[in-house]
């Protein structure tokens, strides 16, 4: 029988490798044979893929036109993009009532303007032969946690944008879902992990009574990637140890 969730060969986009559950991503998808290519906000973010198989671009996602023309210059060269992956993102841990507007903007632009963008570039490009989009958001767009207002905001966005966008663009044979990840262990929840008694109290809320890893997420991606999940559009994978079946 062949292989259901192979890969091999597959062209794929990931935004956000430079670091964190993005890198894992672009790692993983080159073990499994394919094309990755891996975005980070600024040259110095990329500059480790030089010499690895994965192929770097600088794209501040903030800047309208930075994420398109990365889009176009690869569909270009590769003549197709199979699979765009949308990760790049930030958070924030200051309370709602002092967040300014600037802090406000930002997020809003990093994980939900910004992704949208994305989304519809990829579309434009691929509309006559379909595509495959996975955008990551959160548990935290699912449920509420304290300190997280506006970011869960946008990642409860990023569920409804690709429950919609799965709906409009599924007659052009584009799939979209989203992955939304628990507690990770990254440069993103340094702000727990830097302190043992909050991890210690973090982790012990958790049915599986750990943070996730990067490598925790392979599997939810690797599936959206591959054919295994041909007939999935509009959802969401929850990847969290249990932490929203409480
Ligand atoms: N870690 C968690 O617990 C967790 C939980 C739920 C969901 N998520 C989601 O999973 C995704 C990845 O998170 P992570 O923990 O791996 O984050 P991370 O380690 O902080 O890495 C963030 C990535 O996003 C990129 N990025 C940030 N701002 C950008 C911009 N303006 N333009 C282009 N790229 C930008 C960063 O590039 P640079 O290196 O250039 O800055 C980096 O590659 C995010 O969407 C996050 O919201 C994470």
């Not at 800047?63 to 930030?90: C, F, P, T």
């Not at 200051?94 to 507007?101: E, N, Q, W």
């Not at 429950?163 to 044979?173: C, T």
């Given at each position: ?7 091999n060969g597959?062209?794929i986009?990931?935004t ?12 993983c998808?080159?073990d ?12 110095s973010s990329?500059e ?9 671009y600088?794209?501040?996602?903030c ?6 023309s990365?889009?176009?210059s690869?569909?270009?060269k590769?003549?197709?993009?199979d ?19 600037d ?5 809003v632009?990093?994980?939900?303007i910004?992704l949208?963008?994305s989304?519809q ?5 691929q509309?006559?032969?379909g595509?495959?989009?996975?955008n990551?958001?959160s548990?935290l ?5 304290p300190?997280?207002?506006v970011?869960s905001?946008t990642?409860g ?7 919609a966008l799965?709906i ?13 990840p628990?507690?990770?262990e ?6 727990i992990?830097d302190?043992?008694?909050?991890k210690?109290?973090v ?5 599986m ?10 599997g ?5 990637a591959?054919d295994a999940s041909?007939?999935?559009?509009g959802t ?8 929203t079946?409480?």
């Amino acid at each position: 029988m062949k292989n259901l969730f192979d890969v091999n060969g597959k062209v794929i986009v990931i935004t956000g490798a430079s670091r964190g559950i993005g890198r894992a991503i672009a790692e993983c998808f080159v073990d499994l044979g394919a094309k990755v290519y891996g975005t980070g906000s600024k040259e110095s973010s990329i500059e480790w893929m030089k010499g690895t198989d994965i192929t770097g671009y600088a794209a501040d996602c903030c800047v309208d036109g930075e994420i398109q023309s990365v889009l176009q210059s690869i569909h270009q060269k590769e003549g197709k993009i199979d699979v765009l992956i949308n990760n790049a993102g930030i958070a924030s841990n200051t309370p709602a009532s002092r967040m300014k507007d600037d802090e406000v903007n930002r997020i809003v632009e990093t994980n939900y303007i910004s992704l949208f963008r994305s989304c519809q570039a990829y579309y434009k490009l691929q509309k006559n032969v379909g595509g495959n989009i996975i955008n990551f958001a959160s548990v935290l767009g699912l449920i509420g946690s304290p300190l997280a207002g506006v970011y869960s905001g946008t990642k409860g966005a990023v569920i409804a944008l690709s429950k919609a966008l799965a709906i409009e663009w599924v007659r052009n044979d584009f799939r979209v879902n989203t992955i939304c990840p628990g507690l990770v262990e990254t440069d993103m929840t340094a702000m727990i992990t830097d302190k043992p008694l909050v991890k210690d109290q973090v982790q012990a809320a958790i049915p599986m009574k750990r943070m996730g890893l990067p490598e925790d997420l392979l599997g939810a991606t690797v599936l959206l990637a591959s054919d295994a999940s041909r007939y999935m559009t509009g959802t969401s994978i929850i990847v969290d140890g249990g932490m929203t079946a409480q």
